[in-house]
């Protein structure tokens, strides 16, 4: 069985520092999926990665994906405020049976 | 609509009555996916409808949840005999095929008393 697992569960940053989010798992699969949640509201795309080596980036956010390693990163630059949220990574396999992480929950204080 | 559009936005019913929940997926969008999120936790896939193929039923927790779809349109997801346990968020997304990027709905949120 799929097993989609991110860390840290909780993160608590100051403003202008950057940190890394890891999503690891399980099984083959090359279609990895960031989602942002604020509370009380649905769930935001981020980025979608397709393919190995593949990079996105998207202002103080970027993800990558690594295939052979079963990783994805969330790399946080500068955060800010507004960045305070929580984040899912997804892994869709070919079964099309989505599997989500159980979130990040990051916190950026001033 | 411009976007996934659910109803009803919150639901309350009693242990034992059924629940239809409704998805308007964006127009265009073939593929259309239904989550469960419990409170503070992440999404668990429910079921995926992908153009006129039959549906991806292993997510489906009992079978007291069913879910339908007319074409690459509306999809209803229902729950019969609901449950303490059935009380969560019911999120809906779709795309324009499967592995493309998935667009939320602002979900229902179902409380079952």
């Known amino acids: 069985e799929l097993k989609v697992e991110q860390n840290p569960l909780f993160l608590s940053m100051q403003e202008g520092k950057n940190y890394t989010i890891y999503c690891n798992y399980s099984t083959t699969s090359d279609r990895l999926y960031w989602y942002r949640q604020d509370p009380g509201k649905s769930l935001e795309s981020l980025f979608v990665?397709?393919?190995?080596?593949a990079v996105k980036q998207e202002g103080r956010l970027m993800a990558s994906l690594d295939t052979k390693a079963r990783l994805s990163t969330l790399h946080i630059t500068a955060a800010v405020h507004d960045l305070s949220a929580t984040y899912f990574c997804?892994?869709?396999?070919?079964?099309?049976?989505?599997?989500f992480g159980a979130g990040t929950r990051l916190t950026v204080k001033p | 609509g411009a976007g996934v559009s659910q109803s009803p936005s919150n639901k309350v019913t009693e242990k034992g009555k059924d629940v239809e929940l409704r998805c308007d997926p964006i127009s265009g969008h073939t593929a259309l996916y239904w989550y469960r999120q419990r409170l503070g936790q992440g999404l668990e896939f429910l079921i995926y409808?992908?153009?006129?193929?039959?549906?991806?039923k292993s997510g489906l927790p009992s079978d007291r949840f069913s879910a339908e779809r007319t074409g690459e349109s509306v999809s209803t997801l229902t729950i019969q005999r609901t449950q303490q346990e059935d009380s969560a968020v019911y999120l809906c997304?779709?795309?324009?095929?499967?592995?493309?990027?998935?667009?939320f709905g602002a979900g229902t949120r179902l409380s079952v008393l």
């Open positions: 990665l397709l393919s190995n080596g």
């Open positions: 997304a779709s795309s324009t095929r499967s592995g493309n990027l998935q667009y």
């Open positions: 997804a892994v869709l396999p070919l079964n099309n049976d989505m599997r």
């Open positions: 409808f992908q153009g006129n193929s039959a549906p991806d």
